[in-house]
């Protein structure tokens, strides 16, 4: 048994290769759900659904996310509406009232619809308005993505990290913005200050999750911060990592990172922005998976070889040297 902990596109490339070494009916994927927003009174939840999508066979594999070939006609016409009533365009952050009125699941997160910042696409916004809608007959959030990895053919068992709402919140130069206005909206563009996981304190992990952790646990190369740090966050989540084997992956070369703000994030957390930042940031790691043109030295054991994933064979390669790096430290 095998349990990832998912968040962004870097653990879902390295799942691509995990039937190799990792039967599908004994893997469990932890999805990040810190990014989650509700945008136009509809909960998305981007991790969730790459892995969704990616199980079905329909992610968009350009992007890694959304669904492949999928149109857009809605998302054009709210910003057709849009401009031709002259609102702003851009995120539109609800007012503080707003963002703990009504859907609890949705608390700190919330966006208006209109011209709505983030592409959505018609395909992809139906599992929206089918999760929302599920949510408000009163299914959990845990039971609604259960029900939707059935329905897309998943033979993974896939795990929310919590049923309670947690806000990845960065503080910027130009004040508190959700991650999802922070890197899609802005391109990461504001310094960082600071980043908060809103919510985190009270949450608790979903149900199977701390069951999951006590098998062994593999983090792919996601972002440290936003992708890995609000299961974190949650409790109970850590301390179940140091009490079971945990095999991460570099998503570094030494100082480069593959993708995305991890650098400037992992400072802003008191971490270095590079391979040796890791020690840091997973301080229960047992085994780290590093390039194999990586010179940083760790305390815990190495398994090198060449990390960058992109396609299945790339996969298929780094999850060996996870297999061999599980071996080392059980």
Do not use: C
């Amino acid at each position: 048994m095998v349990t990832f902990l998912s968040g962004g596109t870097g653990t879902p490339k390295l799942l691509d290769g995990a039937a190799i070494s990792f039967s599908p009916d004994e893997t469990t994927v932890i999805a990040n759900t810190g990014d989650d927003v509700e945008l136009g009174g509809l909960l998305i939840s981007p991790d969730v659904d790459t892995l969704i999508f990616q199980g079905g066979g329909v992610l968009d594999r350009e992007r890694w996310w959304g669904v492949k070939g999928d149109t857009t006609r809605t998302n054009t016409a709210l910003h057709d509406i849009g401009e031709a009533m002259g609102l702003d365009e851009g995120p539109t952050f609800l007012p503080e009232e707003k963002q703990t009125e009504g859907r609890d699941i949705a608390e700190w997160r919330r966006f208006s619809g209109a011209r709505e910042f983030m592409e959505i696409g018609d395909r992809d916004r139906a599992v929206h308005i089918t999760r929302t809608s599920l949510l408000d007959q009163g299914h959990t959030l845990s039971e609604v993505t259960d029900e939707l990895a059935k329905g897309f053919g998943l033979t993974i068992d896939l795990l929310p990290m919590s049923d309670d709402p947690v806000a990845s919140l960065i503080h910027t130069d130009e004040g508190v913005m959700h991650f999802q206005e922070f890197w899609v909206a802005r391109g990461a563009e504001p310094s960082v200050e600071s980043v908060e996981f809103r919510g985190s304190s009270s949450a608790e992990p979903a149900p199977g999750v701390l069951d999951a952790l006590a098998e062994d646990v593999v983090i792919g190369p996601s972002n440290p911060v936003t992708s890995i740090g609000p299961m974190l966050a949650v409790p109970g989540i850590a301390d179940a990592l140091w009490e079971t084997n945990v095999v991460a992956v570099s998503p570094f070369v030494e100082g480069e990172a593959f993708s995305g703000p991890v650098a400037q994030l992992m400072e802003a957390v008191g971490a270095e922005p590079n391979s040796a930042g890791l020690e840091t940031a997973y301080p229960f790691a047992d085994a780290l998976i590093v390039d194999e043109d990586d010179d940083t030295e760790f305390d815990v054991p190495v398994v090198k070889t060449d990390i960058e994933i992109d396609d299945r064979e790339d996969a298929a390669r780094v999850t060996k040297a996870v297999e061999a790096a599980l071996e080392e430290v059980r």
